[in-house]
């Protein structure tokens, strides 16, 4: 995935929440965990790009910060939004994600 079709990304999660908002939602859901783009992006096992959204946890938490920001900049602060995401302590050999 290029970084330009991650910022194309980031703003189709910002899109859809505005589309939800304007059908008169209060608020909106992103699935981040779970195997799901975010969840795979924030996973250092799975996440093993080497430019700014990979390596470091601050680099795998770029998108979906980057998401939640989009959304808030089109939607505003009152939108209910709920972020469903896996623990950060996951590995390959508990399944996919383990609770501790």
């Known amino acids: ?14 899109d859809c929440a505005l589309r939800a908002r304007k059908c008169g939602f209060y608020g909106v859901e992103i699935h981040g965990s779970h195997g799901y783009l975010l969840a795979e992006c924030m996973s ?6 080497t430019d700014l959204y990979g390596g ?3 680099n795998r938490l770029r ?6 920001k989009n959304i808030r900049g089109k939607c505003g602060d ?3 939004l709920i972020i469903a995401s ?3 302590n996951s590995s390959p050999e508990a399944g996919f994600w383990k609770i501790p």
């Open 86 to 88: 896996p623990p950060m």
């Open 1 to 14: 995935m290029t970084v330009l079709e991650i910022e194309t990304i980031t703003e189709q999660f910002g």
């Open 44 to 49: 250092p096992y799975a996440n093993k790009r």
């Open 78 to 80: 009152d939108l209910l």
């Open 63 to 68: 998108l979906p910060l980057a998401v939640i």
């Open 56 to 58: 470091p946890l601050v």
